[in-house]
Each structure stands twice: as C-alpha cells, then as structure tokens.
C-alpha cells in the first residue's frame, strides 16, 4: 500500500540537499517538494496526532512557504473534507502533489525538519529519512555568504560577534540531532549520505539510496540538470543548476587558520566522527577557552529564550564511538 509521505530529506541548511532534492525529483517514481516545510507549524512538536481543526488547516495554508508544495490553497482545502486527523491532512496534501506530477510516490526536501524527526516519526511511522551530511567547515564557508541578522543561524546575537563559532555550533546541533533522533529506528526508516560521497560517485550514492526508498534506481537522476543549467555572473551553483561539482567550496584553500581551529574546537569530535580529516588534531589553549566562552555564551542566549534548541545542546560524541565509526 503506497503511503504520503514516502519520504523526508532533511540535514543541516547548506548541506547539499537541494542537490539530492533534484536528483530523487527526477526519478519517474518520486515527487519531491522544495521547502515547503509546513509539517512542523501546523502542529505542536510534542503533540502527535490529533483530531484536524479548521486552525490546522488556516495555519498551513497562509504559511508563507506553503506556497512551494505546488497545492493550492482551494486543493489544500479540499483535501481537508475528506480527513478527519492531521496526520490524515498532510498524507493527503501529499497525495495530492503525486497526482498533480504524475507520479505514485511523494516526499520533501527540508533540511530543519532534521530537528523535528520524533514529531514525523509519530505523525508517519512509515515515513523513511534520509539525512544529508557535510563536512561542517564548508558548511561554515556557505553558512558566512548565506546567513545574516535575522535569518538563520543570525538570529543569534553570538553572530555580530563570532559568525565561525556560530556556524560550529549550528552545524554541531542539527548533525547530532539528526543522527540521534534517527538512529532511534530501525534502519529500515533512516539513512544518511556525505555530501562529499554523493559529489565523486553519484551513481553508486543513488543506487544506494533508491534501495533504501524501495524504488529501482534510475538514469533520470543523473540528468536533473540537463535543459535548466544556466550561465551567468553572480549566479549560485544552485541557481545556476550545475551538475554535481566538486570544490565550489573547500575550507582548505578558502578557510582562515583561526576560524578552522575554532570550528574544530567546537565540533571536531563530529568532523571526526563522520571521517573528515582534522586541520587541528590539537587545538590550542587559547582557542579552547575562547570556544568554551562562545558556547556558553550560545547555550545562555538560546536557554533565555526558551528555545526547545537548548536542551539539545549537550549532545556530545562519544570518542570510542568515533574512532570506530571512522574505521567503519
């Protein structure tokens, strides 16, 4: 029996998942939505299923993102009568957008909903994952051009005056928060990719991960980007449609030394833990005080706030774990 959603990607912001996003959006089985990231507003994360409201449905619909998931407002509406839950209205939305593509399976492509996976879990316990990681430095690099005060990682006041130490640490929380909460379940429900994998040998990556989704692999997704890539001044790898490219980005050549020995003191353990190589084995006395007031400065800030972020911030990787993750 097909069930909407079929799948979520998730991982975090930066890491490539518009790229897988095109790709999976390409095979002749999938629709795939683009940020739509409705889910998680609709419902209180700690809620699960419950009996569907004319507020649910208002406060998806006048979403501003909603506008992406390509149901209009009228559909969306529609869909509602039929359901009775707001699990029931989001497998229905979802249904929706598979037969608007011509296609038997859908999914999203949002890259926050990799801190709301419990919430998912319980509204779609069929619903597989997959969660997209990148090598956190140049997630760094993408996070300095993309962020700014009020968006992101900006929001935080930390940001004015450490945008690197920020980026470690929003890298470190949506990582570990991902493998925690997914890992959780079975693995039949739950897969990650490098980034770095998917660049130098995206055949093998797609095969991997169209078994994982239950579809048979196709051709198609190698070419997403054939008839939309575009040339231009100023323009994005991603707006720019570019095939899989490698060295857009590399902290090596376009990282300062400080920044990456900051990065590293605040979240080498997890570079280490997914196989990157460490520019900083050991981190200076100096750059280890200054990361531990910048982390006690983003845990207070976020605590003040209230943020649901701040319980999860003690995440920590266990060394033996790595070291034997790394051999794997």
Known sequence: MVTHPHFFVVGCPRSGTTL???????????AVANDAHFIHHGIHRRAGDVPLTPHHVDRVVSLRSFHRFAVSEAEARDAARGVSTYAEFVGALFARLAATRRKPLSGEKAPLYVRY?????????????????????????????WARPGLGPGRVELWRLEPVAVSALFWRWHVTTGLRDGSAHEPS??????????????????????????????????????GKT?????????SAWLPPTRGLRDWRRDMAEN?????????????????????????????RTHAERCRAQWEAELRARNRPMASLLDLRIDPAQATQRALA
Not at 124 to 134: D, E, G, I, N, Q
Not at 259 to 287: I, K, M, N, Q
């Open 259 to 287: 920044d990456v020995e900051l990065f590293e003191a605040l979240a080498g353990d997890v570079l280490s833990f997914y196989g990157y190589d460490r520019g900083y084995p050991e981190v200076s006395e100096a750059t």
């Open 20 to 30: 897988l996003q095109r790709m999976l959006d390409a095979h002749p089985q999938l």
């Open 189 to 226: 429900l739950y897969h990650e990719v490098l980034y770095e994998r998917l660049l130098d040998d995206p055949e093998t990556e797609l095969q991997t991960i169209s078994a994982f989704l239950g579809v048979p692999y196709a051709d198609d997704m190698l070419a997403y980007h054939e």
């Open 117 to 145: 996976l419990p919430l998912l879990h319980s509204l779609f316990p069929r619903a597989r994952v997959v969660h997209v990681v990148r090598d956190g430095r140049d997630v760094a690099l993408s996070t300095l051009e």
């Open 230 to 238: 575009r040339k231009g001044r100023g323009l994005s790898a991603k």
